[in-house]
């Protein structure tokens, strides 16, 4: 190979280097994106199934120039093009396509999607290309132009587009990945289904050239003044901001200085808890962009082994979520799949959501917020991810700051868990007590938690001594009495103590049933046996004075390929208290009178 061509090679490879290397505080992330005026890109759109990636390599595996992406079209009869987008199947966006195709039930690799669409230029406006995710990896082209790539299954991520659009007719193409890798997050071995595709909607935003892109308004820390900032693209030091609550009668004024109009509120807002989730009409004025979000205030701090919300004790009656979607499995794709899960967590009782293992979409968010639940949420920082590798900690510390930047005003998040089961560990220790900070660093007003699931045998009972309790506020405890670990019958005598006086939330206990199947209370898969487990579990966790909360494993049964027992898994992890058809166990009554009667 000639050495410029080579150069040239390499030059090409690593302007492929995912866009997390960069250092930055926030992501560049538009804020509050439903406010915004939007085109829809949502619906059928065309795809390749391309294990070979036969459409980004040539047969001497190099990126090629001339790729799927292009989009070609036959112009002559004599013409050897073999693909073609307008003749290949179609599956929905948003969804994954495990669900969509019976071929691609376990496919894992590369699937090319493209959609056509027109559109006519505003003057003096800024267009985004806006994904609210994309599992695992996309690569994306406008026009047979390659705008960027993301790495990351669960968070948004945007392209300004402007000067890329065409007056009329535009085609976007996205390659996306989600072979899994051991170096990824999460990374080979994972208990829920690798669901790939554009799994949640994409849209053209449209701003004005100066433009509201983020913001942060939130109760300060300790205090009653409702504080934050706002940030202007395009803007310059010295631009007016204006910010008011109608509700409450306030109305200030900022300035940018330094890329930032700061300010404070004194304010004696109704504070936002799970018996009235009150919110309020923000709106947020610069030059010609004004826009409107409903904005909670409350305070969230630990004291002890207790957690306040506003001040006061409360004891979190939760439950984890998948975001899977109810009746027909996959993804979550609606605001009313949404509904029907969170509904079914009002019934059980709850006033908390762990969700699970991953940031869930921004509207399963902001419909929780609405239903007055408080949030747990995650990165699927997960088992045994390489907890020694740089690239690793990159990936995982921007998938933190994509869900912190994105959430970061609704008030429902108590806490950001920065990782689930990790095995202990110097390398284990150093990455996630790094990520921890980072998350303070980005957010100090909210706690910061992580599920553990090691605990040594002591003289009274289970210790908790995870050097990674010293790096939370909230230690989270994973425990399968009676499933993974001893009888049912054993657990209610268990006993835990803990080395550190923090709050600890039973973040998962739990046990499998099908649906249906009936017997004794010691038979494996039986709604008694899964039953008992939760009784002798609840009696287990009356007995911790340092419990604050719990979020038993899971809602609803779930998809994992590491379950393939057939006639009672198939391809489902049973340990739902709801089947995926709908169907309540005995079970969920249990963990229901449990919720109502006690803890009120
Ligand atoms: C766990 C994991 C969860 C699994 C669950 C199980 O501890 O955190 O992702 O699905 O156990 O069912 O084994």
């Not at 790729?67 to 050897?80: E, I, R, T």
């Not at 909607?201 to 449209?206: A, D, N, P, R």
């Not at 939760?318 to 899960?341: D, M, N, Q, W, Y």
């Amino acid at each position: 190979m000639k050495p410029i061509k080579s150069v040239l090679i390499l030059l090409f490879i690593s302007s492929f280097t995912p866009l997390f290397a960069q250092e930055r505080e926030f992501s560049d992330l538009l804020q509050n994106i439903d406010a915004r005026e939007k085109v829809s890109l949502n619906g059928l759109w065309d795809i390749i199934i391309d294990p070979l990636e036969n459409g980004y390599y040539n047969h001497r595996l190099q990126p090629m120039d001339n790729g799927y992406f292009k989009n070609a079209k036959m112009q002559s009869p004599s013409d050897l093009i073999e693909y073609n987008f307008d003749t290949s199947d179609q599956i929905m966006v948003p969804g994954d396509w495990n669900t969509q195709m019976e071929k691609l039930y376990y496919y894992e690799g590369t699937v090319w999607y493209k959609k056509d669409f027109n559109y006519t230029a505003k003057t003096n406006e800024l267009v985004y290309l806006y994904f609210e995710a994309v599992n695992y990896e996309a690569i994306v082209y406008l026009n047979g132009e390659r705008i960027g790539t993301h790495t990351g299954g669960y968070t948004p991520f945007q392209f300004e587009v402007t000067d890329k659009l065409k007056e009329g007719d535009n085609f976007v193409v996205v390659k996306v990945d989600n072979k899994r890798k051991r170096e990824n997050v999460p990374t080979v071995n994972q208990d829920w289904w690798n669901y790939g595709g554009i799994t949640r909607s994409v849209h053209l935003i449209s701003t004005p050239k100066t433009h509201i892109s983020d913001y942060s308004i939130q109760l300060a820390k300790g205090s009653t003044n409702i504080q934050g900032w706002v940030t202007v693209e395009n803007g310059s030091d010295g631009d007016n901001v204006e910010i008011s609550i109608p509700e409450l009668r306030k109305n200030v004024k900022s300035v940018v200085k330094n890329g930032k109009a700061s300010f404070s509120i004194k304010a004696k807002p109704t504070l936002w808890e799970p018996k009235n989730p009150k919110l309020y009409e923000v709106t947020i004025k610069t030059g010609t962009d004004e826009i409107t979000d409903t904005i909670g205030f409350r305070t969230v701090s630990t004291q002890g082994s207790k957690i306040l919300l506003n001040g006061k004790e409360i004891f979190l009656k939760g439950i984890s979520i998948h975001e899977e979607a109810p009746f027909k499995t996959g993804r979550v794709t609606s605001k009313e799949e949404c509904r029907i899960l969170l509904q079914w967590a009002k019934e059980l009782g709850c006033n908390y959501i762990r969700l699970a293992h991953y940031p869930h979409s921004e509207t399963m968010v902001r419909e929780a917020e609405k239903m007055g639940f408080m949030i747990w949420s995650e990165i699927p920082v997960y088992w045994t991810i390489l907890f020694d590798n740089k690239d690793t900690y990159a990936n995982a510390k921007n998938q933190l700051t994509e869900m912190i930047s994105r959430d970061k005003n609704r008030a429902a998040i108590l806490m950001w868990s920065v990782a689930n089961e990790t095995p202990e560990g110097e390398a284990r220790l150093d990455f996630l007590t790094n990520l921890a900070n980072e998350a303070r660093k980005l957010d100090n007003t909210r706690l910061i938690t992580a599920a553990l699931d090691t605990q040594s045998e002591g003289e009274g009972g289970k210790m908790i001594e995870d050097p990674l309790g010293k790096a939370v506020d909230v230690i989270g405890i994973n425990h399968y009495c009676g499933w993974y670990v001893d009888k049912p019958q054993k657990c209610s005598s268990v006993k835990w103590a803990s080395a550190y006086d923090k709050p600890m939330i039973m973040s998962e206990v739990g046990g499998g049933a099908l649906y249906g199947l009936h017997g004794s209370k010691n038979e494996r898969w039986t709604e008694e046996y899964q039953a008992e487990v939760y009784r002798t579990n609840i009696e287990m966790m009356r007995n911790i004075e340092f419990l604050s909360g719990l979020s038993p494993w899971i809602l609803m049964d779930f998809r994992s390929s590491r379950r393939p027992l057939k006639r009672i898994q198939e391809d489902f992890n049973r340990k739902g208290l709801i089947s995926e058809q709908g169907m309540k166990k005995q079970a969920f009554y249990i963990l229901r009178d449990y919720y109502l009667k006690e803890n009120n």
